[in-house]
């Protein structure tokens, strides 16, 4: 009998999880996506897949008055039941049955649940299923997570549903913060929907909800002054429109994180808002130019967070691409990778700030690049070159590092179209040869900022799980900080950026005493399509970058004069006079003498030094040459190698070690400097170093000629006086080394040689063909 009675129980509690095992009630409800800021407001709210608002409500949101109420109101048993009143139900069944018809339901709030979530029509039939789901669903959720389940599907009419839907968009604040009477007002529109329309029949719905706060001070739910003061309440509920902030950033993350429904985000709403509005009252200023976005990015230094995020000028501009996003867009860098350039260079000891580089006309294999304002310098320090963005010396300098290099370090940096670009990338990479994005940039001068360490940007807060739900969110940009450059070139790029001086600053800034204490560097793309300045100090760094989406170029469009302003009045907005200090030198940077005329360590002969910054144990330690001695008659006349010194009647004299592409530039431009005398002319030594430099053409080239002439330059050592042209090793013409000359060649393949007075011959050869 025992035995017996112990089956009788027992079955039907195991056919009930046999047939919960077969048939599982399955709650994946579609949530719309809601996007806080970082102090808990709302950003951005997104329709579910259904076109539905269903915002999702939290634990935390669910007060005590609004627990109070929608138990006083729904099932005042809730917490004692396990899915079924059965005294409710049986109420129920007598009812209907003495009336013989439907006079009153039994529904707890979890077949309620069960309704709303597998609606069914309303038959018997219907009833025991949504009784057998209600203890399914008992089984396995928990009393508050019915609770929130119920609050996150009740009807509101049209689409929304959900207690925070509707609190959101008829009062325009979350559930939490409601009063006792709108709390009131939300829990009786779901059994009336239709009826009962906020923003329609305020009036009506104010009658009821005053019935119902009578009732709860009769069942001594809330105090009586409590009461009153919902009923004297006025009823201020209208349709309000969804939050529509930091658009770009709130889809981005949407979309990187489906199926989530609270992002919480880095952003400072204050701080977004007036990033968006600076940035579309600076592009409405600038529309008169043709100039039609822009994209900014704010980042924390201290913690990584973008705090401020805005894709386009306006998003909801749809002639200028409002809706693509600036910041993840790629687009030509300008001149913005230079800092990492010689920052990288500093590093591997090949330069230093006072170093020496030539500012001259140069041709690097065909490609022959200019400044900005397509003027030269000549000799200038890499100081110069960086502050005053100059290119040949960029260039020059990411040639003898190699462009593999710097690739290298633009893929550890995480450049995404650097690495599908690298093999196909030389040495115009520097000058915006390449393809970047603006968060990458952004990202890439805030190591600047943080002694070299590269870190992963955050657009959330770090990785969590929300403690009422098991949507769990990541941060794909967080990262742990990765050492990208010592923090002794860091500084020595930062103090170089610091520097006030042309052309990032723009022309006739009229508010210099404004200036931002910043480092800051500017880029404008070929063809002028993009302008970006990006500045950073020890707490922000900002990203700008401004220009046409369509890639349209506009010829005032530049990044020193157009996108440097807006930077400028952000960083005045933001971080003015700054209290957190500037940047500080790093242990192993040491200061040391140099010659000035070549940055190197002074020889006897360097009468004029400077104080130079240096790496322990890294910085390059060679000797000056600038100068080098020669020997000469006492009139300077002539000049003898050692093979045709005489035994007397000569002298030594220190003459200037000029590059063969510094004299050309002094003779084109008729700068005087000091000339070696020619050599011996009856000395027949031939010199096996310092032969001229072919430049034009390029070895190894094809040329499609139609009766054009090709020109023939050289760039010579600082005694030679004449050379010698040979074509296919027969004499063109004798010619002063800086004085080009124009030929018809033959077709096919050329051997053209170039041969000094002092018989050191260069040979290249090229390819002719006809164009028919």
Sequence with gaps: MKKRAFWLIISPFLLFLLVDFAFPFKVKPSYSTLVYAADGTVLHAFLNEEDKWRLYTELEEITPTLRQTILQKEDKYFYYHFGINPVSLGKAFLRNTI??????????????????????????????????????????????????????????????????????????????????????????????????????????????????????????????????????????????????????????????????????????????????????????????????????????????????????????????????????????????????LYAVAFDKGLITPKSAVNDVPTNFGGFEPENFDRRFNGKVTVEFALANSLNIPAVKVLQNMTPSVLIEYLKKADFQTVKKQSKDLGLSMILGGCGVTLEELTRLFASFANEGRLQGLHYTTADYKSASSSFRITNPEQRKPDPLISPESAFLITNILTQITPPDLPNNFDNTYHLPRIAWKTGTSYGKKDAWSIGYNKHYTVGVWIGNFSGMGVPELNGANIATPLLFDIFNALDYNSPTGWFKPAADLTQRKVCAESGDIPSDFCQHQILDYAIMGISPTRKCQHLK????????????????????????????????????????????????????????????????????????????????????????????????????????????????????????????????????????????????
């Design 99 to 340: 009336s013989g018809k439907r006079t009153s339901g039994a529904s707890t709030i979890t077949m309620q649940v069960v309704r709303l979530l597998e609606p069914r029509k309303r038959t018997y039939g219907s009833k025991l299923i949504e009784m057998g789901r209600s203890l399914q669903l008992e089984l396995h959720y928990s009393k508050d997570e019915i609770l929130q389940l119920y609050l996150n599907l009740i009807p509101y009419g049209s689409n929304i549903e959900g207690m925070k839907s509707a609190s959101m968009l008829y009062f325009g604040k979350p559930p939490q913060l409601l009063s006792l009477a709108e709390i009131t007002t939300l829990t009786i529109i779901p059994n009336r929907p239709s009826s009962l329309r906020l923003g329609q029949k305020n009036a009506y719905i104010t009658q009821e909800r005053n019935k119902w706060l009578r009732r709860f001070g009769q069942a001594n739910l809330f105090d009586k002054q409590v009461i009153e003061d919902a009923i004297s309440e006025p009823l201020n509920a209208y349709r309000r429109e969804a939050p529509k902030a930091a658009p770009h950033l709130a889809l981005r993350l949407k979309k990187e994180n489906k199926g989530v429904p609270i992002i919480r985000t880095t952003l400072v709403p204050n701080r977004q808002a007036q990033a968006e509005q600076m940035t579309r009252n600076y592009v409405n200023r600038l529309r008169g130019l043709n100039i039609h976005n822009a994209a900014v990015i704010v980042v924390n230094n201290q913690t990584m967070k973008v705090e401020a995020y805005v894709g386009s000028a306006d998003f909801n501009n749809p002639y200028d691409g409002g809706q693509v996003d600036g910041i993840r867009a790629v687009r030509s860098p300008g001149s913005t990778l230079k800092p990492l």
């Design 629 to 772: 001695w020669v020997f000469t008659d006492p009139a300077a006349h002539l000049s003898y190698c050692t093979e045709c010194l005489p035994d007397s009647g000569y002298v030594r004299k220190l003459y200037p070690s000029l590059a063969p592409e510094l004299i050309a530039y002094n003779e084109l431009n008729r700068i005087p400097y000091q000339r070696i005398p020619p050599h011996n002319a009856a000395c027949t030594r031939v010199l096996e170093v310092g032969a001229p430099i072919i430049v034009s053409p390029n070895d190894g080239s094809e040329y499609f000629l139609e009766g054009q002439q090709l020109q023939l330059a050289c760039q010579a050592a600082n005694d030679v006086r004449e050379v010698y042209w040979y074509v296919n090793d027969q004499l063109l013409q004798k010619a002063n080394p800086q004085t080009p000359l124009f030929f018809t060649p033959p077709l096919g393949k050329v051997k053209i040689s170039c041969s000094d007075d002092k018989g050191r011959n260069t040979d290249i050869k090229i390819n002719v063909i006809a164009v028919n």
